[in-house]
């Protein structure tokens, strides 16, 4: 039996003939930018390029401190004491308060 087309008798060209090929699929060419591979692609200079640099920030006095405070009590959590201590700027004593809470034993 017949799988595809129009009924039997058309005289039709188009309607009669076999449907066509399908194309593969093929990415848009590259317009603009360096490709850098792995799919990502430069889109320019980005207006926050100068929070990925290489001057490092004055360490916190407070780091060691709570470094050493959660390797005692979270040691998997002691990678995380620079961010809190950017995130918690001005305001260490309000963190420490929150993780002495947490954790039951003073800073």
Do not use: C
Not at 19 to 46: I, K, R, T, Y
Not at 57 to 86: F, I, Q, V
């Amino acid at each position: 039996g017949r799988l595809w087309g129009p009924p039997s008798g058309s005289t039709d060209p188009e309607i009669n003939a076999p449907p066509a090929e399908e194309q593969p699929f093929a990415a848009p060419p590259q317009e603009s930018g360096e490709d850098l591979g792995w799919g990502v692609e430069d889109l320019g200079d980005d207006e926050d390029e100068g929070v990925w640099n290489d001057e490092p920030d004055t360490p916190s006095p407070h780091l060691e401190t709570l470094t050493n405070y959660l390797m005692r009590h979270n040691p998997a959590k002691a990678g995380n004491a620079p961010r809190l201590l950017k995130e918690y700027s001005g305001r260490e004593q309000e963190l420490f308060a929150n993780i002495e809470r947490k954790y039951g034993e003073p800073v």
